[in-house]
């Protein structure tokens, strides 16, 4: 039974965001114009996407009908503006460290089609955007930025929407409901329809927020909150 009630939850997707820390040397690289130029990079490709650019061909087609309604802006968020590092395999020197963050929403222009959004679409999309940034800061102009492209892009999804719309996030509808909330929970990771009841426990531990009306889940590789539309305008 609890089974089948879990597959009656429905999040609706809202928006992303995608951050990619990075080492800058600021002598070389104009960060802002940088971020401009990675957009434009991505941009670019998304529009000129092939088949060999996907890695689950059976999502192939849903993939480019998400992919040629998204809307992306980068920009540069410095968290240390004097750490300087030197990469022993380059040797290159950087004087800053910090992240690019991607602002990043599928259908923000139809709001209606954002129901048909499955974690499992959304997980694909990331990497393809880390293959297109490994042959980016292999270029000349770019040897003053260095990408951390060995860890996963971290993602961070929200949701201001629920089908049933009037859930109480109390421990008893965390479990009853573990299934869903995984798939979303750990978007990075991959999602399988055979994951264990430990595991699901122990991704659900903890990660009650203080209001029964939120999810929040943060994780090392994703996050995810669920905020009801009213509180999510005016307090996210």
């Not at 992303?16 to 130029?37: D, G, M, R, Y």
Request: glycine share 2%; aromatic share 16%.
């Amino acid at each position: 039974m609890l089974e089948i009630m879990s597959e009656i939850l429905q999040f609706i997707y809202k928006e992303e965001f995608w951050f990619i820390s990075a080492f800058v040397n600021t002598a070389k690289i104009n960060t802002e114009l940088k971020s401009k130029e990675i957009e434009n990079l991505i941009k670019n490709k998304f529009q000129n996407l092939k088949d060999e650019d996907i890695y689950k061909k059976e999502l192939k087609e849903d993939l480019f009908e998400l992919i040629r309604n998204i809307s992306i802006k980068c920009s540069w968020v410095t968290c240390l503006s004097n750490f300087p590092y030197k990469d022993e395999n380059s040797e290159r020197d950087y004087n800053t460290l910090g992240y690019f963050q991607f602002e990043v929403e599928y259908y923000k222009d139809n709001p209606s089609k954002k129901e048909s959004i499955k974690p499992m679409l959304i997980q694909q999309v990331p990497f393809i955007l880390l293959k297109t940034l490994k042959g980016f800061i292999n270029k000349v102009e770019n040897t003053g930025l260095y990408f951390d492209t060995e860890s996963p892009i971290y993602i961070f999804l929200t949701s201001n929407k629920i089908k049933p719309s009037d859930i109480i996030w109390n421990p008893e509808n965390i479990e009853k409901y573990k299934k869903v909330i995984g798939y979303w929970t750990e978007i990075y990771s991959g999602q399988w329809d055979d994951y264990s009841d430990t595991l699901f426990n122990k991704r659900i531990q903890n990660n009650l927020s203080n209001r029964l009306s939120e999810l929040h889940f943060i994780r090392r590789n994703s996050g995810f909150v669920y905020m009801a539309e009213e509180n999510y305008e005016k307090f996210f």
